[in-house]
């Protein structure tokens, strides 16, 4: 089913804690550079990652960041431009692409500091929304990143003369080919496993598919497993059996 979701800057509390991973510093640093320049941001990577946590916690960290989600039904251009403005809170009783622009354009210049646009899965965006953000990003003194799953950059490279004008704006990219060995760190410290051979096979489990995300499914069932006992290898390699995996 298509889902259409929404991030408001400060919201509830964010339903993952954010681990100071290297790759999410990386990510969080990306962020503040294309804010601050302000410039335009491109990440892309696989999934599990953590792009979307770095997203998320860097808009809930300060007023006038804002997060958008792109999904097959944002992928148009009117529906994309509402989700702009739903989410930075810019109103128009027109309606069409060209009104909406227009509010988005004149709610983002009212903002006391250059703002911040982070539009996630962003390899949903049709070629008309990305260029309309494109547009916006030149009409605007605003950062703006795009996160994105490896095929937008594909989709980038395979056409050069067609987004030579989005990519020679482009003045930070990061491509995030799978997750660091510190990051599982991170994660393990963070949950307080300190069992060496814990660690080795959640580190392993981190180049399987899902990287982080099934790294932390596994501490999830192992913590459950352990009880109130320290996690161990024993746990982790009894919560991939659990999950049909093993390492
Ligand atoms: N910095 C982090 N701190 C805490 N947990 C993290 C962090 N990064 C990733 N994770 C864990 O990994 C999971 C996957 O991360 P996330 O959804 O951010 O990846 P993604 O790169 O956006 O993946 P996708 O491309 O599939 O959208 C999160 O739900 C979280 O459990
Ligand atoms: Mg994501």
């Known amino acids: 089913m298509v889902t259409i979701r929404t991030i408001e800057p400060n919201a509830a509390p964010e339903k993952i804690p954010f681990c100071e991973t290297e790759t999410g510093r990386r990510m969080l640093n990306l962020f503040t550079y294309c804010q601050d320049a302000p410039e335009l941001g491109l990440i892309t990577g696989k999934p599990g990652v953590g792009k979307s946590t770095a997203a998320r916690h860097y808009v809930r960290s300060a007023p006038g960041r804002y997060l958008v989600t792109a999904s097959p039904a944002t992928s148009a251009l009117v529906p994309c431009l509402q989700r702009i403005a739903e989410a930075i809170g810019a109103h128009t009783k027109l309606s069409g692409a060209g009104a909406l622009a227009a509010a988005i354009t004149t709610a983002l210049e009212a903002e006391p500091q250059s703002p911040m ?34 095929q937008l950059r594909d989709r980038l490279d395979g056409n050069p003369k067609q987004w030579s004008q989005l990519t020679s704006r ?41 990287a982080l995300r099934t790294v932390t499914k596994l501490i999830g069932v192992a913590a459950k497993l352990a009880g109130t006992a320290p996690i161990v290898a024993a746990h982790v390699k009894d919560a991939a059996h659990a999950r049909g995996l093993t390492y």
């Open 170 to 210: 482009l003045s930070a990219g990061l491509e995030v080919d799978g997750p660091l060995p510190a990051d599982v760190d991170a994660i393990c410290s963070h949950h307080g496993i300190d069992d060496r051979d814990a660690r080795t096979t959640l580190r392993r489990a981190a180049h399987h598919p899902g």
């Open 117 to 150: 646009l982070i539009v996630d899965e962003a390899h949903h965006l049709s070629d008309d929304s990305i260029e309309e953000l494109r547009i916006l990003f030149d009409t605007v003194p605003m950062g703006m990143v795009l996160v994105a799953g490896r």
